[in-house]
């Protein structure tokens, strides 16, 4: 029989290799797949379905604007990109203005541009991020990513980044001068394994960007929208960047991706410097606008507590410890075996990520409920067995 993985296998480029589970739907934490078994998702596509699968005001909201109007260009506006530029920029309670993506890295390559033509009329030409670090695939975003694996095969790039070890200050202050156009930094590192730098680190790239007068770039695609129980992460280290980006929990499945400019960073495009043809539609602004209308913040904190707290009370040997915040939280090995445990929940009925060769990434939707977080937990100890054994 020719299963829908053989059919992927033989239809689709190898860059993902074969994903091994088809889903089929979903309702709040809960997805099906194709045979019809049931699993948690505590992954929520990597952070990005906040409101849950087929949440009843994101479908409200998507179908009406489907059947009204689905796409203008930017040659014409329309009422909800300036409801949602509106509400961000509320959230944000800085003064500031927006620009509307599809996507995480075109948010990212957005924010580059608006670097490099910041340096250039200030005299600046490199810029700096971290080691480690994960701003995006396209060609402008991967030069500011700092994993060699998915970088150096695709450089020499058109932009000069020099990386800095994460969390590290000192380090920091020493790679950014008055040369330096911009430092683009996660307020915790996602893609690396959830990894939050040492207290006061962002508020020191603050300080070294503002005595040098390069660009502070908050890369929030994965930490904002409340999934760190804030609405953006960097609110809650008292730091206003001058450029932040916004993408996955934005939309809560719809593509959308954000640049928010504060300050004079706001005005850095003049009129034709940039676009896109999708970016800002309306069908994903009613859906980040559902998404912005129904995250409960209360909610997130009270279940991410939930979580924390039960995971640290988990002693196993293959376990050594979580990290992360809010909603968004790493179990980290005692060995490289987060493979085998995303495979033994799985199996036990969850969705997980083996996100580092030791550390299972948990981001469950921002809906879930205490009784699926203590689902999850009870058959945790269990899972970590099997994949220490199996
Ligand atoms: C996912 C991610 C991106 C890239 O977003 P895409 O939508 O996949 O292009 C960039 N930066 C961070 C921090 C991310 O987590």
Known sequence: MTTLFDRFERAFMPNYGVPPVALARG???RVWDVDGAEYLDFIGGIAVTSLGHAH???VEAVSTQVATLAHTSNLFLHEPEVKLAERLLALLEQPGKVFLANSGTEANEA?????IKYGKTTGRSYFVAAEMGFHGRTLGSLSLTGK??????FGPFATDVRFVPYGDADALAKAVDENCAAVFLE???????????????????REIATRTGALLVADEIQSAIGRTGHWFAHQADGVVPDLLTLAKGLGGGLPIGAVV?????????????????????????????AVLDNVDLEHVRAV??????????????????VRGRGLWLAAVLTEDRAAQVQTAAQQAGFLVNAVQPDAIRLAPPLVVTPAEIDTFL????????EAHHG
């Open 261 to 289: 400019g504060f300050g004079a960073a706001g005005t850095i495009f003049a009129k034709g410097d940039h676009g896109s043809t999708f970016g800002g539609n309306p069908i994903s602004c009613a859906a980040a606008l």
């Open 56 to 58: 009843p005001a994101l």
């Open 304 to 321: 991410a507590e939930r979580l924390r707290t039960g995971l640290e009370g988990i002693a196993h040997p293959l376990l050594n410890g």
């Open 378 to 385: 009870a058959a945790f100890p269990a899972i970590l067995t």
């Open 27 to 29: 309702e709040g934490t």
């Open 148 to 153: 060699p694996s998915i970088r150096d095969q």
């Open 111 to 115: 924010a580059l541009k608006l670097a």
């Open 187 to 205: 307020p915790t590192q996602g893609e690396a394994g959830v990894v939050p730098p040492p207290d006061g680190y962002f508020a020191a790239a």
